[in-house]
């Protein structure tokens, strides 16, 4: 009796397990409705566009204040002038000494690779079962080349091949001697090797598998140090030997490399506006300018080294740790000085390092360390909030100001 | 060959755009699972109404976790999974307790198994329905899913030995059920 009764099993199984219906229309109309009344993924759809517009938002007040910023008008004079005396305000200097630095665009340009033959091929081009390699090689594609006098190169281990192709047979009708691509197959890395159980679930013939495999794995097998790509932008809070802060605001490229799972080491360049207003005079190195403050207006290369440090990886988010140093490199400079004075120092002692100025009055260092959240949003990019303190190590141009920055730091990172 | 890596590509294509909320992305996710789906849910439920429901719970669960599909993995069977875990939970909301004859079904278990196995798929299902949902869900997850009773009793919150008696007394009632019917038409 208890066989009988387990007959039943497998009669039902046999019939039921593949047993379909077939697709009603207005089922998706209620489907519909319960996806909208559903308040989990309304709030993760406002969270999502909520994100998308503050970043938005964020982007044109940093381009605002970019593109809106204007020179610091000078002060009126006093009632009581001191020696030395400015009749007519100061103009804007003559941008005659500038040396145009090179555009960022310029110099990416210069390391993009080439567009190959083989990414600019189209799917539609594949017809054939046998791929020929030296045709349609790409750089971004690590594959050995095929021989054809050798069925397994030692990239592949055997076993894994003997596998795959037992378990085709026994899943199709075609036999070893009939899937000409035993030689394709062994090409491919260990790697790629266990998307075996997508085409067995597919029931994909190994042509379409191997095909696909090698046409469109961008990423190299055997890379020990992936990279990733950040663009950042952040407003940013300056302070220099005053109590008042002034914005200013930053943007660049950063490259950062893997060295472990919780470890990375970055650095880029970037770009960093900083308009600093009301800066007490060195009384003490010009007694004559006593109670005269000035303008400065800097535009800044930054060249940062960081380390990164992860603190927990989940699905989603990730929150981290960034510490380092960052060279300041001021490659236009200018100041204004308020009460209608002039500057002590001839032009070139306040110029910027591109603009004739000494690379020595324009360098300085800062310290940083931030702490950031970052969120997963598709499979290959991911939005990042980071803010910073960026504490000066020494000081820059001739007045020796040493300029604190606070960055609220905000941008996206991909896998390269 | 060329639509199988087109297919491919599509998947990955759909889960992104369903990580996103994109509504064409969900409709044809659905539409595309539906038939299969549907079928897992009309054999824990009891009626189509309560499959349909199953099945929406199931999809809304999907749409929430779609960013944590492993690609590489087969996303029918994980689909599927989802769907069973679905069907679980209306089982039990919707738990009853019911006592069988035990002795009066053993009675009738002398049927002819061959008579059981000339049943159309229709008339299986239907029978499968008519089951109890205590039975009828330790049957599917037991001889349909695979799981083992140790599981099963995990699950639905039952110890094993009440899991092994309510197949045996499922199996009983779909035998004496299948039979007979069969015999009357």
Request: hydrophobic share 35%; charged share 25%; proline share 5%.
């Amino acid at each position: 009796m208890e066989n009988r009764l387990e007959n039943i099993d497998s009669i039902v199984k046999d019939a039921l397990r593949n047993i379909e219906f077939p697709y009603q229309a207005a089922d998706w109309e209620a489907m519909e409705s319960r996806i909208e009344k559903d308040a989990f993924l309304q709030t993760r759809l406002y969270w999502l566009k909520g994100g998308e517009l503050l970043l938005m938002m964020l982007s044109f007040w940093v381009l605002f204040q970019f593109f809106g910023m204007t020179y610091p008008q000078p002060m009126p004079y006093m009632e009581t002038p001191p020696q030395k005396l400015k009749t007519t305000p100061i103009p804007p200097p003559a941008n005659t000494n500038h040396i145009v630095p090179p555009r960022k665009e310029d110099i990416l340009r210069e390391n993009e690779g080439e567009e190959t033959e083989g990414e600019q091929k189209g799917i539609e081009e594949k017809e054939t079962v046998e791929l020929d390699f030296a045709e349609k090689t790409t750089p971004k594609v690590n594959v050995a080349p095929v021989v054809k006098t050798t069925i397994f190169p030692e990239t592949v281990v055997q076993q894994d091949v003997e596998e795959l192709l037992a378990a085709l047979t026994t899943e199709s009708e075609e036999t070893i001697e009939e899937v000409p691509v035993i030689q394709q197959v062994a090409s491919l890395s260990e790697r790629r090797l266990p998307n075996k159980l997508v085409l067995l679930d597919n029931h994909n013939k190994v042509a379409d598998f191997v095909a696909n495999e090698i046409e469109n794995d961008p990423v190299p097998n055997d890379r020990k140090y992936p990279l990733h790509f950040r663009i950042v932008a952040s407003p940013d809070m300056n302070t220099a030997k005053s109590s008042s802060y002034r914005m200013g605001m930053t943007l660049g490229g950063f490259t950062s490399v893997e060295l472990s799972d919780k470890w990375q080491i970055e650095t880029g360049l970037a770009y960093s506006g900083k308009f600093l207003g009301e800066l007490p005079i060195d009384e003490e190195r010009f007694p004559n300018m006593a109670g005269v403050s000035k303008d400065a207006n800097l535009h800044i290369a930054e060249i940062p080294l960081h380390l990164q440090y992860t603190i927990k990886k989940s699905t989603n988010w990730r929150p981290y740790v960034t510490a380092g140093a960052t060279a300041h490199i001021a490659m236009f400079a200018d100041y204004q000085y308020n009460n209608g004075y002039e500057s002590p120092f001839d032009t070139q002692r306040e110029a910027g390092a591109l603009e004739g100025g000494r690379l020595a009055d324009n360098v300085y260092a800062t310290a940083d360390i931030g702490l950031g959240l970052e969120r997963q949003l598709g499979k290959n990019l991911h939005l990042f909030i980071q803010p910073t303190v960026k504490i000066a190590l020494d000081d820059v141009g001739v007045h020796h100001d040493k300029i604190h920055t606070f960055s609220l730091v905000v941008g996206a990172r991909t896998a390269l | 060959m060329e639509v199988a890596l087109k297919l491919r590509k599509e998947e990955q294509t759909l889960i992104e755009a369903c990580a996103k909320q994109e509504r064409w992305a969900q409709q044809k996710l659905y539409e595309t699972y539906y038939p299969a789906m549907i079928s897992v849910c009309m054999r824990y439920a009891g009626n189509a109404d309560d499959a349909r429901d199953v099945l929406h719970e199931g999809f809304i669960k999907v749409f929430r976790n779609i960013a944590k599909y492993q690609p590489g993995t087969s996303l029918k069977a994980w689909i599927h999974r989802i769907m069973v875990n679905a069907s679980i939970d209306y089982y039990r909301k919707q738990q009853r307790r019911r006592t069988e004859d035990i002795e009066e079904a053993y009675g009738l278990s002398s049927k002819d198994t061959d008579a059981v196995s000339r049943c159309s798929e229709q008339e299986i299902l239907a029978a499968v329905q008519k089951l109890s949902p205590v039975y009828r869900t330790v049957f599917n997850l037991y001889a349909i899913e695979g799981y083992p009773h140790k599981d099963i009793a995990k699950m639905l919150g039952i110890t094993e030995s009440t899991s092994r008696s309510n197949l045996l007394k499922a199996r009983v009632k779909l035998q004496n059920m299948l039979a007979t019917g069969f015999r009357d038409s």
